[in-house]
């Protein structure tokens, strides 16, 4: 069964950069749907970005649109996040997670995932 492992987090100044990666144990995620998500206190869920499963098209939310890229290792064990112009708005913990069922339509879908990295904390700072 895979299983993902989310690092790269930490605090950063507003404006700044920070990757954040998604790595898979126990098999590839060849065939899977891999999404982001992030989840601010008192606060749902949120979409950041999605990869389809077969990996040729990638979406994002209005809210990163043009500041957020998703990519991945070639040998698709690994996804990152590569966030830019960080705001104060993104301080959240960010997740990635992978399925197999999913269609592009669901992508932004939270509980159409099968599996979930632990997340890891992005704080950024004024």
């Known amino acids: 069964q895979v299983q993902l492992v989310n690092s790269g987090g930490g605090l950063v100044q507003a404006g700044g950069s920070l990757r954040v990666s998604c790595a898979a144990s126990g098999g590839t995620l060849s065939g899977y749907a891999v999404g982001w998500f992030r989840q601010a206190p008192g606060k749902e869920r949120e979409f950041v970005a999605a990869?389809?499963?077969?990996?040729?098209?990638?979406y994002y939310g209005d809210s990163v649109k043009g500041r957020f890229t998703v990519s991945r290792d070639n040998g698709k064990t690994t996804f990152y996040l590569q966030m830019n112009s960080l705001k104060s708005d993104d301080t959240a913990v960010y997740f990635c997670a992978a399925g197999r069922r999913l269609i592009t339509s669901s992508l932004a879908n939270p509980v159409q995932y099968d599996f979930w990295g632990q997340g890891t904390q992005v704080t950024v700072s004024q």
């Open positions: 990869v389809s499963r077969s990996h040729s098209s990638t």
